[in-house]
Protein backbone atom coordinates (compact mmCIF):
# COMPACT_ATOMS: atom_id res chain seq x y z
CA UNK A 1 0.00 0.00 0.00
CA UNK A 2 2.76 2.60 0.65
CA UNK A 3 4.73 2.00 -2.71
CA UNK A 4 1.25 2.26 -4.51
CA UNK A 5 0.49 5.74 -2.23
CA UNK A 6 4.19 6.78 -3.05
CA UNK A 7 3.90 9.64 -5.30
CA UNK A 8 0.50 10.48 -5.04
CA UNK A 9 -1.19 14.06 -4.04
CA UNK A 10 -3.01 12.98 -0.46
CA UNK A 11 -3.93 16.88 0.05
CA UNK A 12 -6.17 17.11 -2.92
CA UNK A 13 -10.16 16.52 -3.90
CA UNK A 14 -10.09 13.06 -4.60
CA UNK A 15 -13.06 10.50 -6.80
CA UNK A 16 -15.88 10.48 -4.04
CA UNK A 17 -16.73 6.93 -5.51
CA UNK A 18 -13.12 5.20 -4.32
CA UNK A 19 -13.43 6.98 -0.93
CA UNK A 20 -16.72 5.83 0.05
CA UNK A 21 -16.00 2.54 -1.15
CA UNK A 22 -12.61 2.23 1.12
CA UNK A 23 -15.07 3.83 3.99
CA UNK A 24 -18.02 0.98 3.11
CA UNK A 25 -14.75 -1.70 3.39
CA UNK A 26 -13.99 -0.37 6.50
CA UNK A 27 -17.25 -0.86 7.88
CA UNK A 28 -17.40 -3.95 6.56
CA UNK A 29 -14.44 -5.01 8.25
CA UNK A 30 -15.45 -3.66 11.35
CA UNK A 31 -18.97 -4.71 11.05
CA UNK A 32 -17.78 -8.39 11.06
CA UNK A 33 -14.95 -8.18 13.81
CA UNK A 34 -13.55 -4.97 15.52
CA UNK A 35 -16.77 -2.46 16.56
CA UNK A 36 -14.56 -0.16 17.08
CA UNK A 37 -13.19 -0.53 13.38
CA UNK A 38 -17.19 0.30 12.50
CA UNK A 39 -17.80 2.98 14.90
CA UNK A 40 -14.26 4.34 13.03
CA UNK A 41 -15.90 4.48 9.58
CA UNK A 42 -19.01 5.56 10.63
CA UNK A 43 -17.28 8.60 12.31
CA UNK A 44 -15.04 9.49 9.23
CA UNK A 45 -18.36 9.09 7.15
CA UNK A 46 -20.15 11.61 9.45
CA UNK A 47 -17.42 14.01 8.55
CA UNK A 48 -17.54 13.45 5.22
CA UNK A 49 -21.10 14.18 5.06
CA UNK A 50 -20.89 17.72 7.14
CA UNK A 51 -17.95 18.50 4.31
CA UNK A 52 -19.75 17.23 1.76
CA UNK A 53 -23.47 16.76 2.12
CA UNK A 54 -23.27 14.71 -1.22
CA UNK A 55 -26.88 12.42 -1.34
CA UNK A 56 -24.66 9.45 -1.83
CA UNK A 57 -22.64 9.88 1.00
CA UNK A 58 -25.63 10.36 3.40
CA UNK A 59 -27.08 7.24 1.26
CA UNK A 60 -23.25 5.06 2.53
CA UNK A 61 -23.78 6.94 6.18
CA UNK A 62 -27.33 5.56 6.53
CA UNK A 63 -26.58 1.99 5.34
CA UNK A 64 -23.79 2.09 7.80
CA UNK A 65 -26.35 3.50 10.19
CA UNK A 66 -29.03 1.18 9.55
CA UNK A 67 -27.01 -1.87 9.55
CA UNK A 68 -24.78 -1.23 13.06
CA UNK A 69 -27.96 -0.60 14.70
CA UNK A 70 -28.58 -4.04 14.63
CA UNK A 71 -25.31 -5.00 15.40
CA UNK A 72 -26.14 -6.48 19.13
CA UNK A 73 -28.93 -8.96 17.75
CA UNK A 74 -26.64 -9.95 14.73
CA UNK A 75 -24.36 -12.88 16.94
CA UNK A 76 -25.11 -15.03 19.74
CA UNK A 77 -23.08 -15.05 23.01
CA UNK A 78 -20.86 -17.79 21.15
CA UNK A 79 -20.45 -15.78 18.02
CA UNK A 80 -22.77 -17.56 16.00
CA UNK A 81 -24.50 -15.37 13.48
CA UNK A 82 -28.53 -15.01 14.06
CA UNK A 83 -30.05 -14.67 10.48
CA UNK A 84 -32.11 -11.31 10.18
CA UNK A 85 -35.69 -13.60 10.39
CA UNK A 86 -34.67 -14.76 14.19
CA UNK A 87 -33.09 -11.38 15.19
CA UNK A 88 -34.73 -10.14 18.50
CA UNK A 89 -35.91 -6.92 16.82
CA UNK A 90 -36.04 -5.75 20.67
CA UNK A 91 -32.64 -5.40 21.04
CA UNK A 92 -31.94 -3.17 17.36
CA UNK A 93 -31.10 0.15 18.33
CA UNK A 94 -33.93 2.25 17.47
CA UNK A 95 -32.17 5.84 17.55
CA UNK A 96 -29.96 4.90 15.37
CA UNK A 97 -32.32 3.21 12.94
CA UNK A 98 -34.19 6.46 13.32
CA UNK A 99 -31.03 8.72 12.45
CA UNK A 100 -29.78 6.05 9.49
CA UNK A 101 -33.64 6.40 7.98
CA UNK A 102 -33.65 10.44 8.48
CA UNK A 103 -30.39 10.83 7.05
CA UNK A 104 -31.47 8.03 4.09
CA UNK A 105 -34.97 10.44 3.42
CA UNK A 106 -33.00 13.57 2.81
CA UNK A 107 -31.13 12.17 0.29
CA UNK A 108 -33.38 10.53 -1.29
CA UNK A 109 -35.31 14.04 -1.39
CA UNK A 110 -32.05 15.40 -3.56
CA UNK A 111 -33.51 12.85 -6.56
CA UNK A 112 -29.76 11.99 -7.10
CA UNK A 113 -30.09 8.07 -6.46
CA UNK A 114 -26.78 6.04 -5.94
CA UNK A 115 -26.04 2.12 -5.45
CA UNK A 116 -25.52 2.72 -1.04
CA UNK A 117 -28.65 5.10 -1.42
CA UNK A 118 -31.19 2.35 -2.96
CA UNK A 119 -29.08 -0.62 -0.68
CA UNK A 120 -30.01 1.72 2.46
CA UNK A 121 -33.80 1.89 1.41
CA UNK A 122 -33.71 -1.94 1.30
CA UNK A 123 -31.81 -1.76 5.05
CA UNK A 124 -34.56 0.91 5.99
CA UNK A 125 -37.42 -1.16 4.88
CA UNK A 126 -35.91 -4.72 6.72
CA UNK A 127 -35.58 -1.99 9.58
CA UNK A 128 -38.65 -0.72 9.71
CA UNK A 129 -40.53 -3.87 10.08
CA UNK A 130 -41.61 -5.38 12.98
CA UNK A 131 -40.98 -9.27 11.49
CA UNK A 132 -39.64 -10.63 8.57
CA UNK A 133 -43.59 -11.71 7.66
CA UNK A 134 -44.65 -7.72 7.55
CA UNK A 135 -41.82 -6.51 5.62
CA UNK A 136 -42.80 -5.03 2.34
CA UNK A 137 -40.91 -7.53 -0.23
CA UNK A 138 -42.84 -5.72 -3.05
CA UNK A 139 -40.61 -2.56 -2.20
CA UNK A 140 -37.70 -3.99 -1.65
CA UNK A 141 -37.67 -5.78 -5.12
CA UNK A 142 -38.25 -2.57 -6.47
CA UNK A 143 -34.93 -1.19 -4.71
CA UNK A 144 -32.94 -4.07 -6.11
CA UNK A 145 -34.49 -3.42 -9.57
CA UNK A 146 -32.75 0.43 -8.76
CA UNK A 147 -29.95 -1.48 -7.92
CA UNK A 148 -29.31 -3.85 -10.78
CA UNK A 149 -29.45 -0.67 -13.45
CA UNK A 150 -26.79 0.84 -10.79
CA UNK A 151 -24.84 -1.81 -9.74
CA UNK A 152 -25.28 -4.99 -11.48
CA UNK A 153 -23.25 -7.85 -9.96
CA UNK A 154 -24.24 -11.72 -9.11
CA UNK A 155 -25.16 -10.25 -5.86
CA UNK A 156 -27.85 -7.98 -6.45
CA UNK A 157 -29.44 -10.32 -8.11
CA UNK A 158 -29.31 -13.20 -5.87
CA UNK A 159 -30.49 -10.87 -3.25
CA UNK A 160 -33.29 -9.95 -5.56
CA UNK A 161 -34.47 -13.24 -6.56
CA UNK A 162 -35.07 -13.60 -2.54
CA UNK A 163 -36.70 -11.08 -2.46
CA UNK A 164 -39.11 -12.33 -4.88
CA UNK A 165 -39.45 -15.44 -3.84
CA UNK A 166 -40.64 -13.84 -0.43
CA UNK A 167 -42.94 -11.43 -2.01
CA UNK A 168 -43.84 -13.58 -4.73
CA UNK A 169 -43.37 -17.50 -3.45
CA UNK A 170 -40.89 -19.35 -3.75
CA UNK A 171 -41.36 -20.66 -7.50
CA UNK A 172 -41.27 -17.30 -8.05
CA UNK A 173 -37.89 -16.48 -6.68
CA UNK A 174 -36.52 -19.73 -8.58
CA UNK A 175 -37.54 -18.29 -11.43
CA UNK A 176 -35.93 -14.95 -11.11
CA UNK A 177 -32.61 -17.06 -10.43
CA UNK A 178 -33.39 -18.75 -13.35
CA UNK A 179 -32.60 -15.61 -15.39
Sequence with gaps: AKQRLRGVP??????LASVLSVLYLLFNEGYSGDVDLAVEAIRVTRQLF??????EVGGLLAL???HH???GARVTPAGRLVPLAEQDRSRWDAAMIAEGI???QRSLARDRLGAFQA???VAALHADAH???ETDWTQIVEWYDELLALSPSDIVRLNRAVAVGEA???HAGLAALAG
Design 69 to 71: ARR
Design 10 to 15: LNQPGD
Design 168 to 170: DGA
Design 102 to 104: DIL
Design 50 to 55: ALAPDP
Design 131 to 133: STA
Design 119 to 121: QAA
Design 64 to 66: MLL
